[in-house]
């Protein structure tokens, strides 16, 4: 049965639609999640904490085993709204229940255009993770950052040991692109191209040729170029990694999926992690693992659980007297992809966004082909990866990387953090225009920041400080970026669809009008956002290296039966998005630890 009231809650801009019934009836066609169990067993062989990307993917590798158990915790919903499967729409669900809500701490070099110099910090709590509120966007990274991985000690994870788990996950739907020998058919993870394309896309392009840009499919042999974009959709609807890893498995009787499940903490034995205690229907809980547990809480809920549990830096744990179990450096080695951007208006002949998505042709369009507006990844429509320095030809690993989207006054309004004094003298007088961002995002951040603890309560927010520009390169690289936006949007080609920069000044920029190098350091300084790309806080490396939390295994050093399986683990920040980075570690992990796994041959021939 379809809830319509339900799905009606969510601010959409569908929920008034006389369209809505049908639209939900064409929806749910597609599982977007599994049927979650309602009852569990004492123990089991295998404890899984997270169902994101990372958690859902593993869960349902281990239990391809039929010889062992496993129990996949997830703190948030057990079913996402059917509307969240709509992919132009995903930033709708900010703020809501599929939302853990959290914030940065106050920031020292940058946010002074936000409230409380404050960061808004979206981050997925539903099985799927943030695989249901993100932008899905297929993009593994480049070569060298895994090479760099293997060279900085995670032995094990090059490029050339990693290459063959894109493949596996990845059920690429256009020939155009698996030919190329670079994608994968019949994997989980259902990858198209989407079928939409913006009036502003192709002078995008085109004034990106113009600057010497190659189109390029960034996943194959070379990652620099204007990206012809694929999104991880399945006919035309997000495909999460709940969708595409857990719907299949559900049904399995050695995998048991438990929503709304708190985890608060792991419980050890002599140095040895032998279950979690956790909050479910109201009552505390207690889990054995035979085996091991295996945290994918996600870059800031990983950090948060394992300090809880007593894996930490020494001091920080003595501060909250939590017993320690282990001394490292949990929390650290903290980094994020963050972003300024510059808007600009359209022709007013194109509709701006919310009008598109409330148009009832363009409803119909998406319910019969799956097309349109509502079928754009949340309107981003174009990408670019770039160099901020000049460098030959050949050398391909970019600096930053542009994302061209289109944007309802909703998003500068209330999902950036501005004060409101700011945003009104900045979009105030372009609300009800055809808005359009440029974004201007580093991929090679050499800041760090840091996760930890504000309290023991498992239920407040971490203190979440990414310490943005604390390397002053970083806020250079950006704006290289920002004056590359600033070029494509005053091109020739861009004169086709009217685009102009707003004439509105950021307040307290004043002074820097004429001079784009200042004026955009000082518009960085005002205000930036996360592209939740986090990773980093549980580092994987030589266990003999002190900035390291987990081997090359995945293994927490000094503590036997427990392993840290999300982007946490990853030493170096992906040079893109990182979702499906993400879930690469996952299938690799999966097959690591099979390999301790040996089910008698007669299992599997039931």
Same mark, same amino acid.
């Given at each position: 049965?379809?809830?319509?009231?339900?799905?009606?809650?969510?601010?959409?801009?569908?929920?008034?639609?006389?369209?809505?019934?049908?639209?939900?009836?064409?929806?749910?066609?597609?599982?977007?999640?599994?049927?979650?169990?309602?009852?569990?067993?004492?123990?089991?062989?295998?404890?899984?904490?997270?169902?994101?990307?990372?958690?859902?993917?593993?869960?349902?590798?281990?239990?391809?085993?039929?010889?062992?158990?496993?129990?996949?915790?997830?703190?948030?919903?057990?079913?996402?709204?059917?509307?969240?499967?709509?992919?132009?729409?995903?930033?709708?669900?900010?703020?809501?229940?599929?939302?853990?809500?959290?914030?940065?701490?106050?920031?020292?070099?940058?946010?002074?255009?936000?409230?409380?110099?404050?960061?808004?910090?979206?981050?997925?709590?539903?099985?799927?993770?943030? =695989?249901?509120?993100? &932008?899905? #966007?297929?993009?593994?990274? %480049?070569?060298? /950052?895994? *090479?760099?991985? +293997?060279?900085?000690?995670?032995?094990?994870?090059?490029?050339?040991?990693?290459?063959?788990?894109?493949?596996?996950?990845?059920?690429?739907?256009?020939?155009?692109?698996?030919?190329?020998?670079?994608?994968?058919?019949?994997?989980?993870?259902?990858?198209?191209?989407?079928?939409?394309?913006?009036?502003?896309?192709?002078?995008?392009?085109?004034?990106?040729?113009?600057?010497?840009?190659?189109?390029?499919?960034?996943?194959?042999?070379?990652?620099?170029?204007?990206?012809?974009?694929?999104?991880?959709?399945?006919?035309?609807?997000?495909? =999460?990694?709940?969708? &595409?890893? #857990?719907?299949?498995?559900? %049904?399995?009787? /050695?995998? *048991?999926?438990? +929503?709304?499940?708190?985890?608060?903490?792991?419980?050890?034995?002599?140095?040895?992690?032998?279950?979690?205690?956790?909050?479910?229907?109201?009552?505390?809980?207690?889990?054995?693992?035979?085996?091991?547990?295996?945290?994918?809480?996600?870059?800031?809920?990983?950090?948060?659980?394992?300090?809880?549990?007593?894996?930490?830096?020494?001091?920080?744990?003595?501060?909250?007297?939590?017993?320690?179990?282990?001394?490292?450096?949990?929390?650290?080695?903290?980094?994020?992809?963050?972003?300024?951007?510059?808007?600009?208006?359209?022709?007013?002949?194109?509709?701006?966004?919310?009008?598109?998505?409330?148009?009832?042709?363009?409803?119909?369009?998406?319910?019969?082909?799956?097309?349109?507006?509502?079928?754009?990844?949340?309107?981003?429509?174009?990408?670019?990866?770039?160099?901020?320095?000049?460098?030959?030809?050949?050398?391909?690993?970019?600096?930053?990387?542009?994302?061209?989207?289109?944007?309802?006054?909703?998003?500068?309004?209330?999902?950036?953090?501005?004060?409101?004094?700011?945003?009104?003298?900045?979009?105030?007088?372009?609300?009800?225009?055809?808005?359009?961002?440029?974004?201007?995002?580093?991929?090679?951040?050499?800041?760090?920041?840091?996760?930890?603890?504000?309290?023991?309560?498992?239920?407040?927010?971490?203190?979440?400080?990414?310490?943005?520009?604390?390397?002053?390169?970083?806020?250079?690289?950006?704006?290289?970026?920002?004056?590359?936006?600033?070029?494509?949007?005053?091109?020739?080609?861009?004169?086709?669809?009217?685009?102009?920069?707003?004439?509105?000044?950021?307040?307290?920029?004043?002074?820097?009008?004429?001079?784009?190098?200042?004026?955009?350091?000082?518009?960085?300084?005002?205000?930036?956002?996360?592209?939740?790309?986090?990773?980093?806080?549980?580092?994987?490396?030589?266990?003999?290296?002190?900035?390291?939390?987990?081997?090359?295994?995945?293994?927490?050093?000094?503590?036997?039966?427990?392993?840290?399986?999300?982007?946490?683990?990853?030493?170096?920040?992906?040079?893109?998005?990182?979702?499906?980075?993400?879930?690469?570690?996952?299938?690799?992990?999966?097959?690591?630890?099979?390999?301790?796994?040996?089910?008698?041959?007669?299992?599997?021939?039931?």
């Amino acid at each position: 049965m379809i809830d319509i009231a339900a799905e009606r809650a969510y601010p959409t801009p569908f929920a008034n639609s006389p369209l809505l019934p049908l639209l939900l009836v064409s929806l749910a066609t597609q599982r977007n999640a599994p049927i979650p169990a309602t009852t569990f067993s004492d123990e089991y062989d295998y404890i899984i904490v997270g169902a994101g990307s990372a958690g859902s993917t593993l869960a349902s590798r281990l239990s391809e085993e039929p010889c062992v158990s496993v129990l996949l915790l997830e703190a948030g919903t057990a079913k996402p709204p059917l509307l969240n499967d709509i992919p132009g729409i995903g930033r709708n669900f900010w703020f809501t229940n599929l939302d853990w809500q959290f914030k940065t701490v106050p920031q020292k070099h940058t946010g002074e255009a936000l409230v409380n110099r404050q960061v808004i910090w979206p981050s997925g709590k539903a099985l799927g993770g943030s =695989s249901i509120l993100n &932008a899905m #966007l297929y993009v593994r990274g %480049n070569k060298k /950052n895994y *090479d760099d991985w +293997a060279a900085q000690g995670a032995t094990g994870w090059s490029y050339r040991d990693v290459f063959p788990y894109f493949i596996k996950m990845e059920d690429n739907r256009d020939p155009r692109y698996y030919v190329n020998g670079y994608h994968g058919v019949g994997g989980p993870l259902t990858i198209e191209t989407p079928r939409y394309e913006a009036e502003v896309k192709p002078p995008i392009r085109e004034a990106a040729q113009q600057l010497g840009l190659r189109v390029v499919d960034s996943n194959d042999g070379r990652q620099t170029g204007y990206y012809e974009l694929q999104t991880t959709y399945r006919n035309g609807q997000r495909c =999460s990694a709940a969708k &595409a890893y #857990l719907v299949p498995a559900e %049904n399995r009787t /050695n995998l *048991d999926i438990l +929503a709304e499940a708190h985890v608060r903490k792991v419980i050890f034995r002599s140095r040895r992690a032998v279950g979690v205690q956790f909050d479910f229907q109201n009552t505390r809980c207690v889990v054995r693992a035979r085996r091991e547990v295996i945290m994918s809480a996600g870059t800031t809920n990983t950090a948060q659980l394992l300090m809880l549990s007593g894996i930490g830096p020494r001091e920080h744990l003595e501060k909250f007297k939590i017993p320690v179990v282990a001394d490292l450096p949990v929390g650290n080695n903290f980094q994020d992809h963050c972003a300024s951007i510059i808007p600009f208006t359209l022709d007013p002949q194109i509709p701006p966004v919310k009008q598109r998505l409330e148009n009832p042709a363009n409803i119909k369009e998406y319910i019969i082909n799956r097309s349109g507006p509502l079928a754009a990844s949340e309107f981003v429509n174009s990408i670019l990866f770039m160099n901020a320095r000049p460098v030959a030809p050949d050398v391909d690993f970019p600096d930053y990387q542009l994302y061209f989207v289109e944007i309802p006054k909703e998003v500068p309004e209330m999902q950036v953090g501005f004060k409101p004094e700011i945003y009104k003298a900045i979009f105030g007088p372009y609300e009800n225009s055809t808005m359009v961002v440029c974004f201007s995002q580093i991929l090679k951040p050499k800041s760090r920041g840091t996760v930890r603890l504000k309290s023991t309560n498992p239920y407040d927010s971490p203190a979440i400080d990414p310490n943005y520009f604390e390397n002053p390169q970083d806020l250079k690289t950006i704006v290289e970026g920002l004056k590359t936006c600033q070029k494509i949007i005053t091109s020739e080609p861009m004169k086709k669809v009217g685009a102009k920069p707003f004439e509105t000044v950021a307040p307290g920029c004043e002074p820097f009008v004429g001079d784009l190098d200042k004026y955009f350091t000082c518009l960085t300084k005002g205000s930036v956002l996360t592209l939740s790309h986090q990773v980093g806080t549980a580092k994987m490396g030589n266990p003999r290296d002190p900035t390291t939390v987990v081997d090359p295994l995945l293994r927490v050093k000094g503590i036997k039966g427990l392993r840290v399986v999300d982007a946490s683990i990853m030493p170096i920040v992906p040079t893109g998005n990182t979702n499906v980075p993400t879930i690469m570690v996952a299938e690799k992990a999966a097959d690591i630890i099979k390999e301790t796994i040996q089910c008698p041959y007669y299992e599997y021939l039931y």
